[in-house]
C-alpha cells in the first residue's frame, strides 16, 4: 500500500516537470493531467481514506484490544487502593486481626460461677439534650429496668441501651430498691459523662419495626396527659398531623415522628387502642364523625339541578350510611399514592361555608373547560320539559326507583323541591370519571364519608373567604382538617379559579398521602 502510493505519486511530479519543461498551453496541460492514470489512482486512495474514516479502526496486532481491557481496570484499583480512606481502613482491618488495640482488658479470674450474669458497662457522654430512654421498676422485685429507648435519642444512636435492661448502677451508684424518681434524679443532677452498669435483655427484641405512617383524626396533647409514662418524650400532633409511627412493639406507647421529618428524635404518642381508650374519658376532642353530623355555618341551598334560586330541603345519607365507622379511628393508616395514567381521575370536591363561592367556583371551572371537567348529571322525578334530553340534563326517574335507589345508599345528596325529589347518585360521579373527565362537585362535608373509597379517592378543597369576612365562617374548616387536601382563598375571582386548576391539577399528578384502603390492590 505505501510503495503504490509512492509510485502514483512520483509518476505525479514526473508527468508535470515534463509538461512544463514541453512549453505546452495551459488548456493542453490540464487536459493531460485530468486523463492522466495517476489521477485516477489518487482519488480511489481518497475514496478508500473516507471509507476508513466512517468505520471503527481495528487494532493492529490480534492481542492489542484485550490488552486495553486489562489495563484499565488495574490502573482504576490500583488508585482506589491508595486511596487514603481505603489506606486506614486496611490499617484498621490490620490492628484488629493483631488485637494492637487499647484498653487491654484484664484477664478474666478463673473462677467464674455459671450463673454469673453478663454486666455490661456503658458510658454516654450527655449534654443538654434528654437521654432518650424511659425506666420502669418490677414491683415484686424492686428492680430497675429500661422500659423503652426513643429512636434517634442519645441512648438509641448509642446502641448499647435496650428495653428490658436491668439498671444495676449509674455513676457508681447502686440503684437496686430506689423508686424510679431517685434514678431520674441521679440523671437529671449528671451531666457530661454518664456511667451505666447494666445487665443486658437477654430476650432482646430484634429492632427491626415496620414504618407506617398515620394522619391523626384527634388533637393530643401529652402535657395534659397524666397517664404518659414521660411528658417530657412525649410529642404533640394536632388532627390531620401525617405521623410516621416508628415503633409499635408497646402496646399503649407508641413511638412517632411527625412528617416531613423535622427531628430524627421520635416522641410518645399513645396507640390506637389507648387513644380510645382515652374517648371514653372525654378528655381528648372529639373525632371527626361527632363533628360532621352537626355542619353548623355550610350553605343551606341544595343545588343538584341547574336553578340555583330555589331553596330546597337537603338531605343526606349519612346515617344509613354503610361506612360511618371508618372515622372513628383516632388513626388513619395512609400511603404515597401516585394516580397511575391509565386509573380514572380522583374525585374533586369543595366545600365551603354558604355563600363562600364554591358552586361559583365549580361553574367557572366547568364552563372554562368542558372537555377536562364536568359535573355528575342529577336524578329528579319531575316530568321531563321540552328542549330537554333524558340522561343529559337529568336522569328521569319515577318516584318508586328514586325511593328505591334512597333506600339502597344510591345518592350522596338528595332533595326536595316543589314536591319532586332531587339527587346526585354515586352512579352518575361514576359515569364521568369512567369517560376520562376530572368530576368535581360540591358537597356538604357530612355527605363526603360516602365518598371516602377506593373508587372515588376523593381530594376534598376547602374554600375560604377572605380574611375580611367574618371568623365564624372558618370554624367548618377546624372540623373537617382531617379530610382537607387543601385550602384555597376565594378573593379575587379569577385568581381563585386559576389557583383551584393548578391544586387540581396538582391532586391528579402528585404524589398524595391516601388512606392505605384506598391504595390496596382488588381483593
Ligand atoms: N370571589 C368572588 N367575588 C365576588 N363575588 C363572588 C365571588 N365568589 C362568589 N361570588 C358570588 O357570591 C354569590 C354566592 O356564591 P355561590 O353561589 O357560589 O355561593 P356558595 O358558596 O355556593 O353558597 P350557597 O350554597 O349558599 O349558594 C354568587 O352571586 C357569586 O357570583
Not at 381521575?345 to 372537555?371: C, D, M, Y
Not at 387540581?504 to 392505605?516: C, G, L, N, S, Y
Request: hydrophobic residues 35%.
Amino acid at each position: 500500500m505505501c510503495s503504490g502510493v509512492s509510485e502514483v505519486l512520483s509518476s505525479v511530479v514526473k508527468d508535470v516537470d515534463q509538461a512544463v519543461s514541453r512549453n505546452i498551453n495551459g488548456a493542453q496541460l490540464l487536459h493531460e493531467l485530468l486523463s492522466a492514470p495517476w489521477l485516477c489512482a489518487l482519488l480511489k486512495i481518497y475514496e478508500c481514506l473516507l471509507k476508513f474514516q466512517r468505520l471503527t479502526p481495528s487494532p493492529v496486532l490480534p492481542y492489542a484490544a484485550g490488552l486495553s481491557h486489562e489495563v484499565s481496570p488495574a490502573r482504576e484499583l490500583c488508585s482506589l487502593l491508595s486511596s487514603p480512606h481505603i489506606q486506614a481502613l486496611l490499617s484498621s482491618h490490620d490492628s484488629v486481626a493483631q488485637s494492637d488495640y487499647e484498653p487491654v482488658l484484664p484477664p478474666l479470674p478463673d473462677e467464674i460461677p455459671e450463673d454469673e450474669e453478663a454486666m455490661r458497662i456503658v458510658c454516654l457522654v450527655k449534654n443538654n439534650q434528654p437521654l432518650g430512654a424511659t425506666i420502669r421498676k418490677d414491683e415484686a422485685t424492686g428492680d430497675i429496668y429500661i422500659a423503652r429507648v426513643i429512636h434517634g435519642g442519645l441512648a438509641d444512636r448509642s446502641a448499647l441501651l435496650h428495653p428490658g435492661d436491668l439498671l444495676v448502677e449509674v455513676n457508681g451508684n447502686p440503684v437496686v430498691g430506689l423508686e424510679p424518681e431517685q434514678v431520674i434524679h441521679i440523671l437529671a443532677n449528671s451531666q457530661g459523662t454518664i456511667l451505666f452498669k447494666v445487665i443486658p435483655n437477654p430476650s432482646q427484641a430484634s429492632n427491626s419495626q415496620t414504618l407506617v405512617c398515620m394522619r391523626a383524626m384527634v388533637d393530643y396533647c401529652p402535657l395534659q396527659d397524666s397517664s404518659i409514662p414521660c411528658p417530657d418524650a412525649g410529642m404533640a400532633f394536632s388532627r390531620g398531623d401525617l405521623l410516621q409511627v416508628v415503633d409499635q412493639s408497646d402496646g399503649q406507647w407508641w413511638q412517632a415522628r411527625k412528617l416531613p421529618c423535622a427531628t430524627s428524635c421520635a416522641g410518645l404518642i399513645p396507640s390506637a387502642s389507648m387513644l380510645k381508650s382515652k374517648q371514653r374519658e372525654q378528655w381528648w376532642c372529639q373525632p371527626l364523625q361527632c363533628s360532621l353530623t352537626s355542619p353548623a355555618g355550610f350553605r343551606r341551598s341544595f343545588r343538584v339541578w341547574k336553578r340555583t334560586s330555589y331553596r330546597k330541603r337537603r338531605q343526606s345519607c349519612t346515617t344509613c350510611s354503610p361506612n360511618t365507622n371508618a372515622l372513628s379511628t383516632p388513626y388513619e393508616e395512609v400511603v404515597l399514592y401516585q394516580r397511575p395514567p391509565q386509573e380514572n381521575h380522583r374525585l374533586i370536591i369543595l366545600v365551603g361555608a354558604s355563600g363562600v363561592g364554591v358552586n361559583e367556583l365549580r361553574k367557572r371551572l366547568i364552563k372554562l373547560n368542558p372537555s377536562t371537567f364536568q359535573g355528575p348529571v342529577p336524578h329528579t322525578t319531575r316530568s321531563i320539559r321540552a328542549g330537554e334530553q333524558n340522561d343529559r340534563e337529568y336522569h328521569f326517574v319515577t318516584k318508586e326507583l328514586f325511593e328505591y335507589m334512597v333506600c339502597n345508599h344510591r345518592f350522596v345528596e338528595y332533595g326536595e323541591s316543589k314536591g319532586q325529589l332531587y339527587g346526585i347518585s354515586t352512579d352518575a360521579i361514576d359515569e364521568v370519571l369512567k369517560r376520562g373527565r376530572m368530576c368535581i362537585i360540591d358537597a356538604e362535608p357530612h355527605s363526603i364519608q360516602l365518598l371516602r373509597t377506593k373508587k372515588f379517592k376523593p381530594y376534598v378543597i376547602f374554600i375560604k373567604p377572605p380574611k375580611r369576612e367574618t371568623k365564624q365562617k372558618n370554624e367548618c374548616y377546624l372540623k373537617l382538617t382531617v379530610i382537607l387536601m387543601s385550602v384555597l382563598v376565594n378573593d379575587d375571582l379569577q385568581d381563585a379559579c386559576i389557583e383551584l386548576c393548578s391544586i387540581i391539577q396538582q391532586a391528579q399528578d402528585e404524589p398524595q398521602w391516601i388512606p392505605v384502603s384506598w391504595g390496596r390492590a382488588e381483593d
